[in-house]
């Protein structure tokens, strides 16, 4: 399977202060990756390392060939990179609609759909497709930010991140806070999104059981640095494994 981003020797972290040691991983193309740990392990100073948001100090990241180490945060996202922040950081005093439309942006080989990991044909993201996988969304095009539910904030996050048309799409915990109905419709549309349509993601939970059910590969990060890379699906098999990774101690 063609290899779609690698993280070589990784050490990173904020100034002088080093979060990740020694952090390595692969991603092939089409594939969804669940990155476990505790908190404080380093799981969101990875995912801010990914976009360009911390200090490199040794290492490599390539995404698709193309070194990301000396590129900035945009220059990333240029290179692929789609980015759903713990923080949502959605425009809220612009509509649901213009959220999308701000910063739509084709594939940089034009309108024609490019070819998937397996063989599939992806149609581009655009603000009318986010519609398709989120009704909610299209039912209030014309709300403001602030009107909308913390659920649906976090529906716009992602759309926004979609239309971007990423090649890899990063989510920071995107199931906190909100109502287990709302986990749900996220979880189907995520799932959707990596497993149907083929987009590779990181996704970054504390409900392992449920990312991990949609995932093909699992990283648990310990102290900033990896203590299990594998199957997911060998996680799911083994609930003792994954309390201990996790330091869950069962009653």
Not at 150 to 160: D, H, Y
Not at 181 to 194: F, H, K, M, N, Y
Not at 204 to 223: C, G, K, M, T, Y
């Amino acid at each position: 399977m063609t290899e779609l981003l690698r993280v070589e020797h990784l050490r990173a972290g904020y100034g002088e202060a080093v979060v990740l040691n020694d952090v390595s991983l692969l991603l092939p193309e089409g594939e969804t990756l669940a990155l476990l740990g505790r908190n404080g392990t380093g799981k969101t100073t990875l995912i801010n390392t990914l976009i360009g948001a911390t200090r490199q100090h040794a290492g490599h990241i390539t995404l698709a060939g193309v070194a990301l180490d000396a590129l900035r945060s945009h220059e990333r996202a240029a290179a692929g990179i789609g980015w759903v922040p713990q923080e949502r950081n959605i425009f809220k005093s612009l509509t649901v609609h213009e959220n999308l439309t701000a910063v739509a942006r084709l594939p940089r080989d034009a309108a024609a759909s490019r070819p998937g990991a397996v063989g599939r044909t992806h149609r581009p993201w655009t603000p009318e497709r986010v519609y398709e996988m989120f009704p909610r969304l299209a039912e209030r095009k014309t709300n403001l930010g602030t009107q909308l539910s913390g659920g649906e904030q976090q529906m716009l996050a992602v759309g926004r991140a979609l239309v971007l048309n990423p090649r890899l799409l990063l989510l920071d915990e995107p199931l906190e806070g909100l109502a287990p109905i709302i986990v749900e419709e996220l979880l189907s549309a995520i799932a959707r999104i990596t497993r149907d349509e083929g987009l590779s993601a990181i996704i970054v939970e504390q409900h392992p059981q449920a990312i991990l059910a949609i995932s093909h590969r699992a990283v648990v990060l310990d102290h900033g640095e990896v203590v299990h890379s594998g199957a997911a699906q060998d996680l799911l098999d083994r609930p003792e494994l994954l309390d201990q990774l996790l330091g869950v101690a069962r009653v």
